[in-house]
């Protein structure tokens, strides 16, 4: 499944959309309400299909008929989205599973994000023409949509724009090449991407660039009077900021995601735990975005016909020698070059695990036959 996201055109019908994505907040809420107050008198959950039935029970009353502003699947998605989070909440609870999910809370309507339509609500009109509750709109179509669409997911975003977002399926996608070559890539805090080849790239660090200026907009924003028009024209600005550095980041991914899936066929990454990275070390593995790198460059790689693959995250390739395969327990985050006991070498870190890394990777998707990439330096 792959989505097409594109921004609809500022138009004065876009305020349609924007009261359907409020009352998809109030539904939203209603529904936590429920949920709550049902819990706390019997211990229970409500199921989704009971709440399904309920609210669409509410709509027909004259309280309540607002929310017919919301069509009746996007009203079941907000449903389904809000039991999917209980169900992780209750994994998690449960010991089930080890990533942290907390209870889900209300949500303030004018920051609620989307609405889903499936089959009903959208029809699209061909061109860049869509219509949608009756309403038609025009959007910044930047290239063809190949496949099937879906689902259409109307988002809005800080600035108040609205993007349209289709999940298609069954895109004309190439067969994956006949891997000649192969490179593993080790990620770091202080070298973005180290490859098996030699090469370094290091990260712009696009938000550290306008932090300067962030601070101050920040500065600027504190210093307004709640709810004032000039609080809001204050947090426009600071969104817009935050805009263009993600922006700049996302525009750097698709350009090294594309260097790196002309010259190499197969591309070998670890599946690191950036959550885990980022309450460790906060704002500079946030910046550095590694998990929203892979998800462009496996986009990439699938329309090229080129291959991504992660290997287990607990793979030593930090700890193990590529020359005798020994492992030194002992190394720490801060040994940046160390010497293995066992024959000796002086190693790289960074440059050590990406061997490791790629030879994980060839072995673990059967590609003994595949050329290595040939170091550009020796260490």
């Not at 876009?14 to 949920?35: D, E, F, P, T």
């Not at 179509?141 to 108040?160: A, C, F, M, N, P």
């Not at 550095?288 to 090229?304: D, E, R, T």
């Not at 160390?338 to 790629?358: K, L, M, P």
Request: hydrophobic share 35%; charged share 25%; with cysteine.
């Amino acid at each position: 499944m792959i989505t097409y996201k594109y921004r609809l055109y500022d138009n004065d019908k876009n305020k349609h959309l924007h009261q359907a994505i409020n009352v998809s907040g109030l539904i939203w809420n209603h529904c936590v309400a429920l949920q709550r107050r049902y819990y706390k008198l019997t211990g229970k959950y409500i199921s989704k299909y009971d709440l399904m039935k309920h609210i669409a029970k509410l709509r027909n009353r004259q309280k309540y008929s607002h929310w017919q502003l919301v069509g009746s699947q996007a009203m079941q998605g907000i449903i389904e989205r809000l039991d999917a989070a209980y169900q992780r909440f209750f994994k998690y609870k449960a010991g089930k599973t080890t990533q942290h999910s907390g209870r889900p809370s209300f949500k303030k309507v004018k920051l609620y994000k989307s609405f889903t339509l499936k089959q009903a609500g959208w029809k699209r009109l061909g061109g860049n023409r869509i219509r949608i509750q009756g309403q038609t709109y025009k959007f910044s179509k930047s290239r063809e949509i190949d496949g099937t669409i879906k689902t259409v997911t109307i988002k809005r975003d800080e600035l108040g724009h609205i993007w349209l977002c289709f999940a298609v399926a069954g895109g004309m996608y190439p067969d994956p090449v006949t891997p000649s070559n192969i490179v593993g890539v080790d990620f770091g805090l202080k070298t973005f991407l180290t490859l098996s080849d030699g090469t370094t790239v290091e990260s712009p660090l696009f938000y550290k660039i306008a932090l300067n200026e962030i601070r101050r907009l920040n500065r600027e924003l504190s210093r307004k009077q709640k709810g004032s028009h000039n609080r809001k024209k204050a947090k426009l600005v600071l969104a817009k900021a935050h805009e263009r550095i993600a922006n700049l980041r996302r525009d750097w991914f698709f350009k090294l995601a594309h260097d790196l899936t002309d010259k190499f066929d197969v591309i070998v990454l670890e599946d690191l735990n950036i959550k885990a990275m980022q309450r460790r070390w906060g704002r500079k593995v946030s910046d550095l975005g590694f998990a929203a790198f892979v998800n462009i460059l496996q986009y990439v790689a699938l329309v090229k016909g080129k291959i991504v693959h992660l290997i287990d995250r607990f793979f030593p390739s930090s700890k193990t020698c590529s020359d005798c395969g020994q492992v030194n327990h002992s190394l720490t985050l801060s040994d940046r070059r160390w010497v293995c006991t066992g024959c000796g070498v002086i190693h790289d870190r960074d440059f050590n695990a990406s061997v490791n890394i790629e030879r994980e990777g060839a072995s673990s998707l059967g590609l003994g036959a595949v050329r290595p990439g040939i170091p550009a330096f020796a260490v």
